[in-house]
T-cell receptor
Framework: GAVVSQHPSRVICKSGTSVKIECRSLDFQATTMFWYRQFPKQSLMLMATSNEGSKATYEQGVEKDKFLINHASLTLSTLTVTSAHPEDSSFYIC???????????FGPGTRLTVL | GESVGLHLPTLSVQEGDNSIINCAYSNSASDYFIWYKQESGKGPQFIIDIRSNMDKRQGQRVTVLLNKTVKHLSLQIAATQPGDSAVYFCAEKTYNTDKLIFGTGTRLQVFP
């Protein structure tokens, strides 16, 4: 149990376009979903926390107008990178939790490359 | 918190040996700790967790030790196998939040 999927696994886009990444909890209801960013050889950096039906809470330094997060249901959250630029190229990972004290279950990640 | 280093610490072990990966955590109020394994190009995979009211917990081939006095966490892997090669992260959280704070990570390389 506790499987989290992400789609797509890889995406290549041109600079200036927007990219949407989906995160789904397949066998449980996720009251909270998290979005992380990971650069090569670095740790995971939390970007934002989203609860179903409410606005996401962004970490300091993360532009909420650039990284749009929607958590419309208990099994789906989306991250849209708007007007992507090469510096947005990274590995984006989501995780889902059924709520405290439950742990987070991670998706397989999405590799974004902006040309 | 966020890692700023570009070079992960690396632990190289021979297949069959035991591995010990260490982690210093930052928040004395943290009461829940998790070890994750991340293979190249994949998301983190849960290995084992421990709460602050314990100092040791064992799983299959893995043991986590917690020393709250010096804010230190370790992961011991018995009889290390080539499939254990990955980057290992510790993560911490406090009881009143569901946010995880990740450590910088350690790369484990297993040689035959």
């Amino acid at each position: 149990g506790a499987v989290v999927s992400q789609h797509p696994s890889r995406v290549i886009c041109k600079s200036g376009t927007s990219v949407k990444i989906e995160c789904r909890s397949l066998d449980f209801q996720a009251t909270t979903m998290f979005w992380y960013r990971q650069f090569p050889k670095q740790s995971l950096m939390l970007m934002a926390t989203s609860n179903e039906g409410s606005k996401a809470t962004y970490e300091q330094g993360v532009e909420k107008d650039k990284f749009l997060i929607n958590h419309a249901s208990l099994t789906l959250s989306t991250l849209t990178v708007t007007s992507a630029h090469p510096e947005d190229s990274s590995f984006y990972i989501c995780s889902a939790s059924a709520g405290l004290p439950d742990t987070q279950y991670f998706g397989p990640g999405t590799r974004l490359t902006v040309l | 918190g966020e890692s700023v280093g570009l070079h992960l610490p690396t632990l190289s072990v021979q297949e069959g040996d035991n591995s010990i990966i260490n982690c210093a955590y930052s928040n004395s109020a943290s009461d829940y700790f998790i070890w994750y394994k991340q293979e190249s190009g994949k998301g983190p995979q849960f290995i084992i967790d421990i709460r602050s009211n314990m100092d040791k917990r064992q799983g299959q081939r893995v043991t986590v030790l917690l020393n709250k006095t010096v804010k230190h966490l370790s992961l011991q892997i018995a009889a290390t196998q080539p499939g254990d090669s990955a980057v290992y992260f510790c993560a911490e959280k406090t009881y009143n939040t569901d946010k995880l704070i990740f450590g910088t990570g350690t790369r484990l390389q297993v040689f035959p």
